[in-house]
């Protein structure tokens, strides 16, 4: 009989990416739960559903997520709805006797100057980056929770810190959207409109680094593999470019040849933010999804829900 996985936040981009491969895998049984069943923010709700359908394992991809707009206007949101998430699911599988649990967080949990490329070690260095300082510090309780877990009662509970991600079923949203679904659709949209220009947030020069969605479902499985994994490990591509060179390499997917313009209006967050993925290397994966080829799937996904919504019209 294959083990019980429950995947919490199966809707969004990740559990969806993970449900994927999970499915490809055949080799476990999927439990899933739409909102209007289970309310994670519920922590009673929470620990009835693991106890009533007894996972073995659960993975913690639910979480409130969003660019560096809705990060820095709804901190509220993001501080405690995932602070919320993550406590409920991670103390009802502690409850539940769930044998391992894996919790999603992001690089967004390391210091805003933390030397770069950042270790698993640079975690509680210094300052956070103010424009995401909520959601980081909801992501470090997360992870800070399974290693107490761990500790405290020996259980398996260990986390994955992803770098930026894309790819199919991101959020396309204007403002409150990730840098690349966000620029996808303004560059679609100034090349349907024949727009001379089209602009991007902030000064062009921080670097990020980018993981498609589907590399990082095949890494998170490899964790699960692993029967003594590190309490928390990156999860990254292991380079960077900045947002100007990536605004060049959207503008190519799409087809857009007019001029790239900045909005200094906007924030630029953090510098940059490369994480040092040899751990994750040492323990036997890498991500195989280059840029061009994971922007032009992203591309599709856009351009397949931009007409899904057209023909609903
Ligand atoms: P961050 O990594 O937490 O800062 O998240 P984002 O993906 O929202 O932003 C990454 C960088 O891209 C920031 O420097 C933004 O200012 C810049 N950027 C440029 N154009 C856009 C855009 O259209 N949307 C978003 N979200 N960011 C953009």
Known sequence: MNPRLFLAGHTGMVGSALRRYAAECGSWDIITAPRSVLDLCDSAATTAFLQANKPEVVIIAAARVGGIHANNSLPANFLFENIQIASNLIH???????????????????????????????????????????????????LKLCAAYRRQHGCLFHSAMPTNLYG??????????????????????????????????????????????DDLAKGCFHLLGIENPPDWVNVGWGEDLSISELASQVAETVGYHGRIVNDLGKPDGTPCKLLDTSLMKSLGWSPSIRLPEGLRSAYGDFLARDLEKTLRC
């Open 92 to 142: 009802a599988s502690f409850l539940s006797g769930v044998k391992r649990v894996l919790f999603l967080g992001s690089s967004c949990i390391y210091p805003k100057f933390a030397p770069q490329p950042m270790s698993e070690d640079a975690l509680l260095s210094g300052s956070l980056e103010p424009t995401n300082e909520a959601y980081a510090l909801a992501k470090i309780a997360g």
């Open 168 to 213: 199919p079923g991101d959020n396309y949203h204007p403002e409150y959207s990730h840098v690349i679904p966000g620029m996808l659709r303004r560059f679609h949209e100034a090349k349907v409109q024949h727009s001379p220009e089209v602009s991007i947030w902030g000064t062009g020069t921080p670097r990020r680094e980018f993981l498609h969605v």
